[in-house]
């Protein structure tokens, strides 16, 4: 992986499987999704085409003259098929989604290895995630079957409160505005963008909702 300024790299890194995971022998791993955390700049999230999902770290410091250093520092339960979407929440450090082929949408402890939901909201790959950034309990996912599910934990942990037929086609990209709260759009897999228009109770935060997400 390499991330550019300009025309320098600032970083480049070659993934491997750490030692511990041990169901397969090391070798070298392609990363599908990426997300950097909301609160330490540091600290990021890997998915890859294997479906694992690491913990990575870019202060992991190499040797001149060497390969690149490995960055994972933790290893969640991996998915069955390539991960497509991982996302921080923006009210909790240690809080983020993963999606996959494998048609599930998880929600992980940053600290711990196994999820602390696991939802199948689709029988078609769940293609992209995002959190609201006005509600902490809020977020949305985008399937390859067209629909939109947006969930609301306040209300239910078990079922979407929103699912929306949005495309004919795949969903490949969900979004909540940050700069006019209040909306969302959508891409699909034809180039087709879409703003919705969300209720009041999906955009104004309920009280002592960040107490629960921290109860999660």
Not at 27 to 36: E, L, P, Q
Not at 45 to 54: D, F, K
Request: proline letters at 7%; a neutral charge; glycine letters at 6%.
């Amino acid at each position: 992986m390499m991330m550019m300024s300009g025309s320098f790299p600032l970083l480049s890194y070659i993934f491997f499987y750490p030692y511990r995971d041990s169901f397969l022998a090391a070798s070298v791993i392609g990363g599908t999704a990426m997300c950097f955390s909301c609160e330490d700049p540091n600290v990021y999230i890997v998915g890859t085409e294997a479906g694992r999902v690491y913990k990575c770290s870019t202060l992991v410091q190499g040797v001149e003259g060497k390969a690149p250093p490995n960055p994972i520092t933790f290893s969640y339960e991996a998915h069955v098929g390539p991960v497509l979407s991982v996302s921080f929440s923006p009210f909790h450090r240690n809080l983020f989604l993963a999606s996959g082929q494998d048609t599930a949408l998880r929600v992980f402890h940053m600290l711990k290895t196994r999820p602390l939901i696991h939802y199948i909201p689709s029988e078609a790959p769940i293609l992209d995630t995002a959190w609201s950034p006005s509600r902490p309990l809020v977020f949305a996912a985008a399937s390859a079957d067209g629909k939109l599910y947006i969930y609301d934990l306040n209300k239910s942990r078990v079922n979407p409160i929103v699912t929306l037929k949005v495309s004919e086609v795949g969903v490949c990209s969900v979004s909540f505005s940050k700069a006019a709260q209040g909306y969302l759009s959508t891409g699909d897999l034809k180039g087709v963008a879409k703003v919705w228009r969300l209720s009041d109770l999906l955009v104004k935060e309920v009280p002592g909702e960040r107490a629960l997400l921290d109860a999660l």
